[in-house]
């Protein structure tokens, strides 16, 4: 059972433009999310969070919105960029669960057009 | 460069072999996990170490999985017996702290290839 789903395996966008990146989750005891970008061969690296007592996290280019009755989070990257040409992992845990594993989406791959 | 290491960065292996993977955390890091990701799919949570101690080993598939972090820092993975569906990315993380909102720092991953 999937509980954190990317349903986009991949998106293209021009550069300049904006890129929407969604994410779904069905656990309803997450309450902090995250958004990783991984380029091949190496490992994923940390972009943007949100806890659910906030509905946007802004930083530079990159802002996350949070719908909690809806279950769903996207990430928006504005203006997107060559460099921005990666896969995009949302992942989610609970806050106060002991444990802190992150559970992880399938991914999607944005590719920014030149 | 103070980021996670991991080593070896490739490792094929014959089925029935057993590997040890090996995790270098960010130095004075508390917590320490390690995942699995296969192609295609996202990192799968396999355990967790807070210092020494595995609080969690609850993603780990099967008893030929083992895991450990004795003196709190290194940890190595073992993997007993390879089976083919084995074939994946290992990836390593370590954060800061036991919280949940410290970001976890991940290593470039062990690609192992169970032939």
């Known amino acids: 059972d999937q509980q954190v789903k990317q349903n986009s395996p991949s998106l293209s966008v021009q550069e300049g433009r904006i890129s929407i990146l969604n994410c779904d989750y069905t656990n309803s005891m997450f309450d902090y999310f995250l958004w990783y970008k991984k380029y091949p061969a190496e490992g994923p690296t940390f972009l943007i969070s949100i806890s659910s007592i906030k509905d946007k996290n802004e930083d530079g280019r990159f802002t996350v919105f949070l719908n909690k009755s809806a279950k769903h989070l996207s990430l928006h990257i504005v203006p997107s960029q060559p460099g921005d040409s990666a896969v995009y992992f949302c992942?989610?845990?609970?806050?106060?669960?002991?444990?802190?594993?992150?559970?992880f989406g399938t991914g999607t791959r944005l590719k920014v057009l030149a | 460069g103070a980021g996670v290491s991991q080593s070896p960065r490739y490792k094929v292996a014959k089925r029935g072999q057993d590997v040890a993977l090996r995790c270098d955390p960010i130095?004075?890091?508390?917590?320490l996990f390690w995942y699995q990701q296969a192609l295609g799919q996202g990192p799968e949570f396999l355990t967790y170490f807070q210092n020494e101690a595995q609080l969690d080993k609850s993603g780990l598939p099967s008893d030929r999985f083992f895991a450990e972090r004795p003196e709190g820092s290194v940890s190595t993975l073992k993997i007993q017996r390879t089976q083919q569906e084995d074939s994946a990315v290992y990836l390593c993380?370590?954060?800061?702290?036991?919280?949940?909102?410290?970001?976890?720092?991940f290593g470039p991953g062990t690609r192992l290839t169970v032939l």
């Open positions: 993380a370590s954060s800061p702290q036991d919280r949940a909102t410290d970001t976890q720092y």
């Open positions: 992942a989610a845990t609970p806050l106060f669960s002991g444990t802190y594993k992150y559970i």
């Open positions: 130095s004075g890091h508390v917590s």
